[in-house]
């Protein structure tokens, strides 16, 4: 008995943890699973994205949240509603903002703030006398409201400013990067860029390095190297700031699977950490490789991907740009969790990694979620 119930405890478990997502079909809104199948066929009014293990769905007027499956957990009697994190999820009703848990009941005991704000990674802003701080979802304050403004987080981690200047803090509210500097960038592996007075360089565990008349720096990758510009050219350094690819490009994307996209003579293709085009520059625009081994290069008519030997997998037949327009503050492209989103004669739809289709085209899709 003891392991049947164990057997059906797991199986629940892996039920609510599948990614879910957001499409649009016929006007209605509902959630498609990873193998192509309707969670939830598209009935809704409109809707948010699948966020911890709810969505926030509108129906004849009002909003509330379903399970996986469809089944409303909380009625749909709020005049709007957020996503949930946490547990926690704020929603409107009669021009008045709560916050409410997974049973639909009202919090109480939060600090006072000039408005309600979402929570993410377990934490969310609060602010008083224009001033911003940080609260747990047990509405601790974890950071007190001492900055001018606190920037969206992003992979775990949120800029945030004082007095003109800029540091980071994560969702603990630790300041990560002491609020210094007059720029900072994202953060990746204890490091992030900065602009010191005159000086770029780089913050890594702490310690700032600044790197001689570079002017500008790109996004991180998912490999410890960032890169660096110099006398109008793009090359690499390493978080130490040394250089590991001199400036000699007209563009360059981050490195990942131990290449990067680089533009030369206004073409796209991929160099490797040696500072050899392992794939010849022929393509209008790149983007770097995805976990899979594919990346997405943009050809005269649309978008196709190809392998790391730079080999065709999926014809440049689709579109690649964001859906929604997007919830996300950073857009993701490419191969996320085995799947990419495209766009093809005005639909949205997901390929598999062999260029098969996953399910339909819709008229929205949005990024899979949990």
Not at 255 to 274: D, M, V
Request: with cysteine; aromatic share 16%; glycine share 10%.
């Amino acid at each position: 008995m003891k392991k049947i119930i164990f057997l059906f405890l797991i199986s629940f478990q892996l039920i609510n943890a599948q990614e879910l997502a957001l499409v649009k079909k016929d006007g209605k809104f509902g959630l498609i699973t990873k193998d192509g199948t309707f969670a939830v066929e598209p009935k809704f009014d409109s809707a948010r994205d699948f966020s911890d293990g709810l969505a926030a769905v509108k129906q004849n007027g009002k909003w509330g949240y379903t399970d996986s499956k469809g089944n409303f957990v909380i009625p749909a009697a709020f005049d709007n509603a957020r996503d949930f994190n946490s547990g926690i999820a704020a929603v409107e009703k009669k021009s008045v903002w709560y916050y409410i848990n997974k049973q639909g009941e009202i919090l109480s005991g939060n600090p006072e703030s000039d408005k309600l704000f979402d929570f993410h990674y377990g934490a969310a802003f609060f602010r008083q006398t224009n001033k911003v701080g940080l609260i747990n979802n047990k509405f601790e304050i974890i950071l007190p409201p001492k900055y001018d403004v606190i920037r969206a987080f992003y992979k775990g981690y949120a800029k945030a400013a004082v007095n003109g200047k800029w540091g980071i803090v994560d969702p603990a509210g630790k300041e990560v990067v002491e609020a210094i500097y007059d720029e900072v960038g994202d953060y990746y592996n204890n490091t992030t860029w900065a602009k010191k007075g005159k000086e770029y360089g780089l913050v890594h565990n702490g310690q700032f390095t600044p790197i001689e008349d570079v002017t500008e720096f790109g996004s991180f990758g998912t490999q410890d190297l960032i890169a660096a510009k110099k006398g109008g050219k793009w090359g690499f350094v390493n978080f130490e700031g040394q250089w590991i690819l001199k400036p000699m490009f007209e563009k360059t994307k981050p490195f990942s699977n131990n290449l990067a996209p680089i533009c030369i003579r206004e073409k796209w293709g991929y160099t490797n950490i040696e500072g050899t085009c392992v794939i010849q520059p022929i393509y209008n625009d790149a983007d770097s490789f995805s976990e899979n081994g594919l990346a997405a290069v943009k050809e005269a008519y649309g978008w196709g991907f190809i392998d790391e030997k730079g080999k065709s997998i999926i014809p440049p037949n689709y579109e690649i740009s964001a859906a929604f327009g997007s919830y996300n503050t950073h857009e993701e492209k490419g191969f996320i969790g085995g799947l990419a989103r495209v766009k093809r004669n005005g639909k949205w739809g997901f390929l598999k990694p062999n260029g098969d289709l996953l399910a339909e085209w819709f008229q929205n899709a949005e990024l899979f979620q949990k």
